[in-house]
């Protein structure tokens, strides 16, 4: 399997081939589970023509190997992949892309989950939508907050 895991870029990205990369004819692989994010036309009750995706570089991988790293602790999973999207996206553009395998489907879900969970808490990456109204920044949910503390990690961010 390929040692890299975590992939920050302006461009787009192949769910196809980033999935054959994380695979890479490991025959104990027995299931692949994978989630994609796109931007959306609307939030909060406005459209939204575009959005743009800032991080620290360095700081924004680190934080999402040691998601990984929680994961694999967590979860019997061979490996997981995370492509993230920085720069300006519109509707529909792909955001990010976690994928997961494992010998078994219900690992796979569970630690692709986790790390969706984690990544919309923890994960140092700054939004700034574009409206009718003007850009603003998105804020975090409590709802994402929630989700996180399910996983037994209490790191309130809204």
């Known amino acids: 399997m390929s040692s890299a895991r ?7 990205f192949d769910l196809q081939q980033e999935v054959a990369a994380l695979h890479a004819g490991d025959c104990r692989v027995g299931a692949v589970c994978t989630f994609v ?12 023509s575009s959005m743009e995706l800032e ?10 190997e040691a998601m990984i790293d929680d994961a694999h602790r967590r979860f019997d999973i061979l490996g997981a992949r ?4 920085i720069g300006m996206l ?8 976690v994928a997961v395998v494992s010998a078994h489907r219900g690992q796979s879900f569970q630690a692709c989950e986790f790390l969706m ?3 919309k808490t923890q994960a140092p990456f700054w939004k700034k939508e574009r409206t009718p109204e ?6 975090a949910r409590v709802a ?6 399910r996983w037994g990690i209490d790191a309130p961010n809204a």
Do not use: C
């Open 55 to 64: 991080h620290y570089p360095g700081m924004t991988e680190k934080a999402i």
């Open 134 to 139: 003007g850009a603003r920044w998105v804020d």
């Open 82 to 85: 995370v492509v993230h999207r």
């Open 37 to 48: 994010g796109t931007v959306r036309d609307r939030n909060h009750g406005s459209d939204v």
């Open 90 to 97: 519109e509707p529909p553009d792909r955001i990010m892309m």
């Open 144 to 149: 994402d907050d929630a989700a996180l503390a």
């Open 6 to 12: 975590v992939f920050i870029q302006t461009h787009d």
């Open 117 to 119: 969970d984690y990544l």
